[in-house]
């Protein structure tokens, strides 16, 4: 009898109606459309503009069609993971107020926060308790108001990022199909090349935080695009090889959607067809621990039982993976 594994039963995502658009950005900062689309592959970005609405508001859209699709009542939800930078407040966690928001009564969890690799980390995270039989149905989330934490006047960072959230319901699966592996990887001295400043700990919020600006995302852009390339290049190949997997053999490759030069670097790094790259950059911008699950929800219709499926991405931290799974419906 093949192990009990745990597989994505369903996938759902949220985008806020709000467009900002790369002819907005032009009337914001200095910069125009044909920059933007060339050196990003950027059209647009969803930005959530209701009043008093956070990240876990996006969460609970995608819950609420979770479970829809499941035909799973909330109080049969064991546990909620929330891949997120952004969360509604420093503490308590958003996981546990979207449990609220959603009426999961039997749901215990906590956020995870690893930037980009957000959604990566927490289906991991997730998997295992699935696959060590301590939770039968678990929500896993990735998702970010990058919004709150862009200063729309630096030009380097705001064309970049968008809002967005997605995520899947994980359930044991015994035909073989979900979580088959995976590698990550981080290097915290590589913290300062995208960060924010302050606002933690170690630099808690004063009057001095806010005016210097130290509150929004501080990236070095060209140190960060090299590492996510070597990184994603470097982990999607060692999956491969580990579960001797030919590049043939992978059905999609799911990249993380910062920058579409990164994604096209990563496909070319192992000469993988663009064609069977999952794309939403376009649309959406970097949503952050959002775009996976976005990628999935928005290519379901086109994904079949059995397909292989390599997830990549890179972020803040710095953190960093790959990982590989089966389609089980
Ligand atoms: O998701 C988490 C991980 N993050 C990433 O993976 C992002 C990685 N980095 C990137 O995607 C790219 O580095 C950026 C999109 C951030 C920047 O693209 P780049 O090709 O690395 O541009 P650059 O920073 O080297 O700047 C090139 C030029 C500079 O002008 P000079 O010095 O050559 O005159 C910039 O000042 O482009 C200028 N520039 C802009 N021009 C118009 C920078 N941003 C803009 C802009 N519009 N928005």
């Not at 192990?3 to 900002?20: N, Y």
């Not at 503009?49 to 876990?56: D, E, L, Q």
């Not at 499941?70 to 997120?84: A, Q, R």
């Not at 996510?228 to 959607?257: C, F, S, Y």
Request: glycine share 10%.
């Amino acid at each position: 009898m093949p192990p009990i594994r745990a597989a994505i039963t369903a996938v759902a995502g949220h985008l806020p109606e709000g467009i900002l658009s790369n002819k907005d950005l032009e009337s914001m900062v200095e910069t125009n459309d044909e920059w933007i689309r060339s050196r990003t592959g950027i059209e647009q970005r969803h930005i959530l503009k209701t009043a008093n609405t956070g990240t876990s508001d996006m969460c609970v859209e995608v819950v609420k069609d979770l479970l829809a699709k499941s035909n799973t009542k909330p109080e049969e939800i064991d546990m909620i993971i929330c891949g997120t930078i952004t969360g509604d407040l420093v503490f308590p966690d958003t996981a546990n107020t979207i449990a609220d928001k959603c009426g999961l009564k039997n749901a215990f969890g906590y956020d995870i926060n690893a930037a980009c690799s957000g959604f990566l980390f927490s289906l991991t995270t997730g998997a295992q308790f699935v696959q060590t039989g301590f939770c039968k149905k678990v929500i896993v989330l990735g998702a970010d108001k990058m919004s709150s934490i862009i200063d729309y006047q630096d030009r380097a960072t705001c064309v970049i990022f968008g809002d967005g959230a997605g995520g899947v319901l994980l359930e044991p699966n015994e035909e073989g199909f979900g979580f088959m592996d995976a590698i990550h990887c981080g290097d915290g001295s590589g913290r300062e090349i995208l960060h924010m400043k302050a606002g933690g700990s170690l630099k808690p919020p004063t009057v001095d935080t806010v005016l210097a600006k130290e509150h929004f995302v501080y990236q070095e852009g060209k140190a960060v695009f090299k590492k996510a390339v070597n990184g994603m290049i470097d982990t999607t190949k060692r999956v491969l090889e580990r579960n001797n997997l030919k590049k043939e053999d992978i059905d999609w490759l799911v990249p993380h959607q910062a920058n579409m030069r990164i994604i096209q670097s990563v496909a070319s790094g192992f000469d993988f067809d663009m064609e069977k790259v999952m794309l939403t950059i376009a649309k959406t911008g970097n949503t952050t621990a959002g775009t996976l699950p976005i990628c999935l929800w928005k290519y379901e219709d086109k994904l079949k039982k059995g397909d292989k499926i390599m997830l990549t991405a890179f972020g803040g931290g710095l953190t960093w993976g790959s990982t590989y799974l089966t389609w089980a419906y």
